[in-house]
Protein backbone atom coordinates (compact mmCIF):
# COMPACT_ATOMS: atom_id res chain seq x y z
CA UNK A 1 0.00 0.00 0.00
CA UNK A 2 1.44 3.66 -0.75
CA UNK A 3 2.24 5.79 1.86
CA UNK A 4 -0.54 8.78 2.34
CA UNK A 5 0.84 11.72 1.40
CA UNK A 6 0.64 15.07 3.10
CA UNK A 7 1.07 18.58 0.86
CA UNK A 8 2.41 21.02 2.73
CA UNK A 9 2.05 24.79 2.53
CA UNK A 10 5.68 26.11 4.18
CA UNK A 11 5.80 29.92 5.74
CA UNK A 12 8.69 31.63 7.00
CA UNK A 13 11.58 29.67 5.32
CA UNK A 14 13.99 30.57 8.00
CA UNK A 15 16.20 28.64 10.46
CA UNK A 16 13.71 26.12 12.10
CA UNK A 17 12.13 25.48 8.68
CA UNK A 18 15.96 24.49 8.16
CA UNK A 19 15.89 22.26 11.08
CA UNK A 20 12.79 20.53 10.43
CA UNK A 21 13.43 19.65 6.90
CA UNK A 22 16.00 16.92 6.94
CA UNK A 23 13.59 15.46 9.54
CA UNK A 24 10.63 14.83 7.20
CA UNK A 25 9.69 11.46 5.89
CA UNK A 26 7.92 10.31 2.66
CA UNK A 27 5.04 11.68 3.71
CA UNK A 28 5.42 14.97 3.12
CA UNK A 29 5.03 16.70 -0.36
CA UNK A 30 5.75 20.23 -0.02
CA UNK A 31 3.26 22.33 -2.26
CA UNK A 32 3.92 25.93 -2.03
CA UNK A 33 6.36 27.90 0.12
CA UNK A 34 6.03 31.80 1.30
CA UNK A 35 8.33 34.00 2.31
CA UNK A 36 9.28 37.71 1.75
CA UNK A 37 12.81 37.39 1.13
CA UNK A 38 13.21 36.39 -2.23
CA UNK A 39 17.00 34.46 -1.52
CA UNK A 40 14.76 32.38 1.08
CA UNK A 41 11.99 31.17 -1.62
CA UNK A 42 15.08 31.01 -4.15
CA UNK A 43 16.49 28.59 -1.99
CA UNK A 44 13.07 26.62 -1.09
CA UNK A 45 12.63 25.86 -4.35
CA UNK A 46 15.86 24.46 -5.47
CA UNK A 47 15.20 22.24 -2.06
CA UNK A 48 12.08 20.86 -2.78
CA UNK A 49 11.72 21.11 -7.03
CA UNK A 50 9.01 23.56 -6.28
CA UNK A 51 7.61 25.50 -9.66
CA UNK A 52 7.47 29.27 -10.11
CA UNK A 53 3.70 29.02 -9.17
CA UNK A 54 4.13 27.58 -5.98
CA UNK A 55 6.28 30.79 -4.53
CA UNK A 56 4.48 33.32 -2.36
CA UNK A 57 5.84 36.34 -0.87
CA UNK A 58 1.89 36.41 1.09
CA UNK A 59 0.32 34.46 2.84
CA UNK A 60 -3.22 34.69 1.87
CA UNK A 61 -2.32 34.84 -1.91
CA UNK A 62 -0.72 31.29 -1.30
CA UNK A 63 -3.93 29.92 0.47
CA UNK A 64 -6.32 31.06 -2.53
CA UNK A 65 -4.11 29.55 -5.25
CA UNK A 66 -2.44 26.38 -3.64
CA UNK A 67 -4.09 22.71 -2.93
CA UNK A 68 -2.54 21.49 0.33
CA UNK A 69 -3.49 19.86 3.58
CA UNK A 70 -1.27 21.44 5.81
CA UNK A 71 0.06 24.71 6.48
CA UNK A 72 3.55 24.92 8.58
CA UNK A 73 3.70 28.44 10.14
CA UNK A 74 7.38 29.30 11.06
CA UNK A 75 7.26 32.68 11.05
CA UNK A 76 7.94 35.15 13.83
CA UNK A 77 5.61 34.76 16.92
CA UNK A 78 3.46 38.15 16.75
CA UNK A 79 2.78 36.90 13.20
CA UNK A 80 1.52 33.51 14.31
CA UNK A 81 -2.32 34.49 15.42
CA UNK A 82 -3.00 35.88 12.25
CA UNK A 83 -1.39 33.51 9.94
CA UNK A 84 -3.10 30.89 11.76
CA UNK A 85 -6.18 32.06 11.90
CA UNK A 86 -6.43 32.53 8.20
CA UNK A 87 -5.30 28.46 7.21
CA UNK A 88 -7.62 27.21 9.79
CA UNK A 89 -10.43 29.63 8.56
CA UNK A 90 -9.70 27.67 4.78
CA UNK A 91 -10.18 24.56 6.50
CA UNK A 92 -5.99 23.42 6.35
CA UNK A 93 -4.56 21.83 9.65
CA UNK A 94 -1.82 23.76 10.84
CA UNK A 95 1.80 23.21 12.71
CA UNK A 96 3.21 26.42 14.09
CA UNK A 97 6.54 26.98 16.04
CA UNK A 98 6.43 27.99 19.44
CA UNK A 99 5.22 29.57 21.13
CA UNK A 100 2.09 28.90 19.03
CA UNK A 101 1.32 32.84 20.21
CA UNK A 102 2.56 35.69 23.10
CA UNK A 103 -0.43 35.53 24.83
CA UNK A 104 -3.04 32.43 26.47
CA UNK A 105 -6.22 33.88 25.69
CA UNK A 106 -5.02 33.74 21.97
CA UNK A 107 -4.32 30.29 22.33
CA UNK A 108 -7.32 28.93 23.60
CA UNK A 109 -9.08 31.09 21.02
CA UNK A 110 -6.80 28.71 18.12
CA UNK A 111 -7.33 26.05 19.96
CA UNK A 112 -11.52 26.57 19.47
CA UNK A 113 -11.35 27.92 16.10
CA UNK A 114 -9.14 24.34 15.08
CA UNK A 115 -11.92 22.05 16.40
CA UNK A 116 -14.84 24.10 15.33
CA UNK A 117 -12.65 23.81 11.62
CA UNK A 118 -12.38 20.23 12.55
CA UNK A 119 -8.86 20.58 11.79
CA UNK A 120 -5.84 20.04 13.74
CA UNK A 121 -3.45 22.59 15.60
CA UNK A 122 -0.24 21.24 16.46
CA UNK A 123 3.00 23.31 17.89
CA UNK A 124 6.64 22.66 17.27
CA UNK A 125 7.57 21.78 20.78
CA UNK A 126 9.94 18.87 20.13
CA UNK A 127 12.94 19.12 22.43
CA UNK A 128 10.50 16.62 24.96
CA UNK A 129 11.24 13.95 22.36
CA UNK A 130 15.51 14.44 23.10
CA UNK A 131 17.68 11.45 23.86
CA UNK A 132 18.07 13.22 27.27
CA UNK A 133 14.39 13.68 28.45
CA UNK A 134 13.30 10.42 27.14
CA UNK A 135 16.14 8.55 29.40
CA UNK A 136 15.36 10.74 32.39
CA UNK A 137 11.38 9.80 31.58
CA UNK A 138 12.01 5.85 31.42
CA UNK A 139 14.22 6.02 34.37
CA UNK A 140 11.44 7.87 36.33
CA UNK A 141 8.68 6.05 34.72
CA UNK A 142 10.35 2.78 36.07
CA UNK A 143 10.67 4.18 39.83
CA UNK A 144 14.39 4.92 39.68
CA UNK A 145 14.43 7.17 42.71
CA UNK A 146 10.58 6.70 43.74
CA UNK A 147 8.29 9.36 43.74
CA UNK A 148 9.62 12.97 42.88
CA UNK A 149 9.20 15.70 45.12
CA UNK A 150 11.95 17.43 44.70
CA UNK A 151 14.10 19.57 41.18
CA UNK A 152 16.84 21.80 40.45
CA UNK A 153 16.74 22.79 36.82
CA UNK A 154 19.56 24.41 34.99
CA UNK A 155 20.20 25.34 31.81
CA UNK A 156 21.40 28.31 30.12
CA UNK A 157 23.84 29.63 28.02
CA UNK A 158 25.89 32.36 26.10
CA UNK A 159 23.72 33.81 23.49
CA UNK A 160 25.30 37.23 22.56
CA UNK A 161 23.35 37.59 19.97
CA UNK A 162 20.06 38.12 20.21
CA UNK A 163 19.26 37.89 16.58
CA UNK A 164 15.70 37.30 16.46
CA UNK A 165 14.97 38.34 20.34
CA UNK A 166 16.49 41.21 19.44
CA UNK A 167 13.14 43.17 20.41
CA UNK A 168 11.67 40.46 22.77
CA UNK A 169 9.86 41.59 25.58
CA UNK A 170 10.41 37.77 27.37
CA UNK A 171 13.44 36.46 25.45
CA UNK A 172 14.46 33.31 28.14
CA UNK A 173 10.42 32.53 28.34
CA UNK A 174 9.31 32.21 24.91
CA UNK A 175 12.89 31.19 23.47
CA UNK A 176 13.86 28.50 26.15
CA UNK A 177 11.72 28.03 28.72
CA UNK A 178 8.64 26.69 26.76
CA UNK A 179 10.73 24.06 25.67
CA UNK A 180 12.01 23.10 29.37
CA UNK A 181 8.26 23.78 30.94
CA UNK A 182 7.13 21.34 28.14
CA UNK A 183 10.06 18.53 29.06
CA UNK A 184 8.80 18.84 33.03
CA UNK A 185 5.35 17.93 31.94
CA UNK A 186 6.92 14.87 29.90
CA UNK A 187 9.00 13.98 32.82
CA UNK A 188 5.72 14.58 35.66
CA UNK A 189 3.09 13.14 33.26
CA UNK A 190 1.06 13.07 36.49
CA UNK A 191 1.68 15.90 38.29
CA UNK A 192 -0.50 19.30 37.29
CA UNK A 193 1.29 22.50 37.70
CA UNK A 194 -0.14 24.71 40.62
CA UNK A 195 1.90 27.87 40.75
CA UNK A 196 4.83 29.22 39.86
CA UNK A 197 6.74 32.72 41.70
CA UNK A 198 8.88 34.20 38.98
CA UNK A 199 12.23 36.53 38.86
CA UNK A 200 13.85 37.76 35.59
CA UNK A 201 16.64 39.89 35.20
CA UNK A 202 19.57 40.89 32.99
CA UNK A 203 23.02 40.84 34.02
CA UNK A 204 25.97 43.77 33.04
CA UNK A 205 27.14 42.13 30.27
CA UNK A 206 23.76 41.58 28.80
CA UNK A 207 22.78 42.53 25.06
CA UNK A 208 18.92 41.54 25.39
CA UNK A 209 16.48 44.02 26.14
CA UNK A 210 13.87 41.85 28.19
CA UNK A 211 14.90 39.68 30.92
CA UNK A 212 17.28 37.43 28.86
CA UNK A 213 17.76 35.24 32.74
CA UNK A 214 14.74 34.14 34.58
CA UNK A 215 14.76 32.59 38.16
CA UNK A 216 11.28 30.31 39.46
CA UNK A 217 9.91 28.48 41.56
CA UNK A 218 7.37 25.77 40.44
CA UNK A 219 4.94 23.91 42.46
CA UNK A 220 3.10 20.74 41.22
CA UNK A 221 0.57 18.30 42.35
CA UNK A 222 1.69 15.47 44.28
CA UNK A 223 3.99 17.61 46.84
CA UNK A 224 7.05 18.16 43.74
CA UNK A 225 8.86 21.41 44.09
CA UNK A 226 10.65 22.48 41.56
CA UNK A 227 13.68 25.58 41.11
CA UNK A 228 14.27 26.36 37.53
CA UNK A 229 16.70 28.92 36.26
CA UNK A 230 17.39 29.22 32.20
CA UNK A 231 18.56 32.06 30.17
CA UNK A 232 20.81 33.38 27.54
CA UNK A 233 23.32 35.45 29.15
CA UNK A 234 25.68 33.33 30.95
CA UNK A 235 28.92 33.35 30.94
CA UNK A 236 29.92 29.33 29.50
CA UNK A 237 27.37 26.44 28.83
CA UNK A 238 25.21 25.57 32.12
CA UNK A 239 22.94 22.28 32.45
CA UNK A 240 22.43 20.75 35.43
CA UNK A 241 19.22 18.79 36.77
CA UNK A 242 18.98 16.92 39.56
CA UNK A 243 15.49 15.28 41.12
CA UNK A 244 15.19 14.06 44.59
CA UNK A 245 12.66 11.17 44.76
CA UNK A 246 11.44 9.12 47.70
CA UNK A 247 14.18 6.71 47.04
CA UNK A 248 17.30 8.46 46.15
CA UNK A 249 18.40 10.94 43.59
CA UNK A 250 19.35 11.75 39.83
CA UNK A 251 21.66 13.87 38.59
CA UNK A 252 21.90 14.93 34.99
CA UNK A 253 25.02 17.58 33.89
CA UNK A 254 25.65 18.68 30.34
CA UNK A 255 26.24 21.96 28.31
CA UNK A 256 22.48 22.44 27.45
CA UNK A 257 18.90 20.31 26.88
CA UNK A 258 19.66 20.24 22.85
CA UNK A 259 23.21 18.53 23.95
CA UNK A 260 23.22 15.00 24.02
CA UNK A 261 26.66 14.56 25.88
CA UNK A 262 25.33 14.07 29.43
CA UNK A 263 26.46 12.37 32.08
CA UNK A 264 23.95 10.49 34.84
CA UNK A 265 24.41 9.76 38.48
CA UNK A 266 22.16 7.79 40.68
CA UNK A 267 22.57 8.06 44.92
CA UNK A 268 20.28 5.76 46.99
CA UNK A 269 18.28 7.22 49.89
CA UNK A 270 21.06 9.15 52.22
CA UNK A 271 24.01 7.28 50.12
CA UNK A 272 26.64 8.88 47.60
CA UNK A 273 26.38 9.42 43.77
CA UNK A 274 27.58 7.09 41.15
CA UNK A 275 27.61 7.21 37.39
CA UNK A 276 24.52 5.58 36.05
CA UNK A 277 24.34 5.27 32.23
CA UNK A 278 20.18 5.79 32.09
CA UNK A 279 20.49 6.39 28.79
CA UNK A 280 22.10 3.22 27.13
CA UNK A 281 19.39 2.03 25.00
CA UNK A 282 17.54 4.89 24.24
CA UNK A 283 18.19 5.78 20.92
CA UNK A 284 19.87 9.40 19.87
CA UNK A 285 18.41 11.06 17.07
CA UNK A 286 16.91 14.55 15.75
CA UNK A 287 13.94 14.74 18.40
CA UNK A 288 11.96 16.37 15.30
CA UNK A 289 11.90 13.09 13.72
CA UNK A 290 9.84 11.70 16.21
CA UNK A 291 7.85 14.34 16.62
CA UNK A 292 6.70 14.37 12.54
CA UNK A 293 6.22 10.89 13.05
CA UNK A 294 3.64 11.95 15.26
CA UNK A 295 2.10 14.73 13.64
CA UNK A 296 1.69 12.61 10.75
CA UNK A 297 -0.26 10.46 12.36
CA UNK A 298 -2.42 12.95 13.63
CA UNK A 299 -2.71 14.81 10.45
CA UNK A 300 -4.40 11.52 9.02
CA UNK A 301 -6.52 10.87 11.82
CA UNK A 302 -4.08 9.47 14.29
CA UNK A 303 -3.59 9.75 17.97
CA UNK A 304 -3.62 13.56 19.62
CA UNK A 305 -0.06 13.73 20.65
CA UNK A 306 1.18 15.58 23.69
CA UNK A 307 2.08 18.89 21.00
CA UNK A 308 -1.34 19.60 19.91
CA UNK A 309 -2.32 22.91 20.39
CA UNK A 310 -4.92 21.58 23.27
CA UNK A 311 -1.96 19.72 25.17
CA UNK A 312 0.12 22.68 24.71
CA UNK A 313 -2.24 25.13 26.54
CA UNK A 314 0.03 23.96 29.38
CA UNK A 315 2.71 25.22 28.46
CA UNK A 316 1.58 28.66 27.36
CA UNK A 317 -0.46 28.72 31.35
CA UNK A 318 2.86 27.84 32.78
CA UNK A 319 4.43 30.56 29.96
CA UNK A 320 1.98 33.60 30.84
CA UNK A 321 1.76 32.33 34.83
CA UNK A 322 5.50 33.13 34.60
CA UNK A 323 4.97 36.96 33.17
CA UNK A 324 2.59 37.67 35.12
CA UNK A 325 4.64 37.09 38.18
CA UNK A 326 7.61 38.92 36.83
CA UNK A 327 5.32 41.98 36.08
CA UNK A 328 4.08 41.72 39.82
CA UNK A 329 7.66 41.69 41.31
CA UNK A 330 7.76 37.81 41.61
CA UNK A 331 4.40 37.03 43.38
CA UNK A 332 3.05 33.35 43.43
CA UNK A 333 0.77 33.03 40.54
CA UNK A 334 -1.67 30.14 40.49
CA UNK A 335 -1.47 28.46 37.30
CA UNK A 336 -3.92 24.96 37.03
CA UNK A 337 -6.88 26.60 39.38
CA UNK A 338 -6.53 29.58 37.97
CA UNK A 339 -9.91 30.85 35.95
CA UNK A 340 -7.73 32.82 33.23
CA UNK A 341 -6.29 29.66 32.17
CA UNK A 342 -8.94 27.24 33.06
CA UNK A 343 -9.34 26.03 29.09
CA UNK A 344 -5.86 24.68 29.47
CA UNK A 345 -7.17 22.26 32.50
CA UNK A 346 -10.77 21.37 31.43
CA UNK A 347 -11.59 17.70 30.64
CA UNK A 348 -12.53 17.22 27.33
CA UNK A 349 -14.28 14.05 25.53
CA UNK A 350 -11.42 12.59 23.57
CA UNK A 351 -14.24 10.77 21.65
CA UNK A 352 -15.78 13.79 20.14
CA UNK A 353 -14.61 14.60 17.05
CA UNK A 354 -14.72 18.15 18.01
CA UNK A 355 -11.77 17.27 20.73
CA UNK A 356 -9.04 17.57 17.75
N1 LIG B 1 11.44 24.49 18.04
C1 LIG B 1 12.63 25.04 17.96
O1 LIG B 1 13.62 24.44 18.36
C2 LIG B 1 12.78 26.43 17.42
C3 LIG B 1 14.05 26.90 17.11
C4 LIG B 1 14.17 28.18 16.59
C5 LIG B 1 13.05 28.97 16.41
N2 LIG B 1 11.82 28.49 16.75
C6 LIG B 1 10.61 29.32 16.55
O2 LIG B 1 10.35 29.38 15.15
C7 LIG B 1 9.82 30.64 14.79
C8 LIG B 1 10.70 31.24 13.71
O3 LIG B 1 12.02 31.36 14.24
P1 LIG B 1 13.31 31.25 13.29
O4 LIG B 1 14.47 31.11 14.22
O5 LIG B 1 13.10 30.25 12.21
O6 LIG B 1 13.31 32.73 12.71
P2 LIG B 1 14.01 33.25 11.38
O7 LIG B 1 14.11 34.72 11.54
O8 LIG B 1 15.24 32.47 11.09
O9 LIG B 1 12.95 32.90 10.24
C9 LIG B 1 11.68 33.52 10.16
C10 LIG B 1 11.29 33.58 8.69
O10 LIG B 1 9.97 34.14 8.60
C11 LIG B 1 9.96 34.99 7.47
N3 LIG B 1 8.83 35.90 7.55
C12 LIG B 1 8.76 37.11 8.16
N4 LIG B 1 7.54 37.67 7.98
C13 LIG B 1 6.83 36.77 7.24
C14 LIG B 1 5.51 36.76 6.72
N5 LIG B 1 4.65 37.78 6.94
N6 LIG B 1 5.10 35.69 5.99
C15 LIG B 1 5.94 34.65 5.77
N7 LIG B 1 7.21 34.62 6.22
C16 LIG B 1 7.64 35.66 6.95
C17 LIG B 1 11.32 35.67 7.50
O11 LIG B 1 11.66 36.25 6.25
C18 LIG B 1 12.21 34.47 7.85
O12 LIG B 1 12.63 33.78 6.70
C19 LIG B 1 9.75 31.47 16.07
O13 LIG B 1 8.45 31.39 16.61
C20 LIG B 1 10.76 30.76 16.99
O14 LIG B 1 10.46 30.90 18.37
C21 LIG B 1 11.67 27.22 17.21
Given at each position: MSEPVIRCLW?????????????????HRAVGVVDPRPEARAAAQVAWSLPDS?????????????????????????LHFAQISAAIAVGRHVLAAKPVTNDFAEAATLVALARARGVTLSVGQQIRY?????????????GGIGEAQAAFFMNSKPRPNPANLA??????????????????LALFPDRTPEYIACDGFRPSWSTYVGPCMVNATIAFSGGLHLLYHGGFSSQAPMYEFRIEGSAGALRCRGLHMSNDTMGYE????????????IDVGVEAQDPFRPFFAHWRDYVLGGAEPPFSGRNNLKVMAMLCAAIDSLAGDGRRVAIAGNPRYEAAFARVDAAAPSAR
Open positions: VGLGAVTGIMRPQLGPWALFADLDRALAAVECDAVIINTPADNRHYRSVAAFLAARSDQPALYENACHHFDSFVAPALGQFASSA
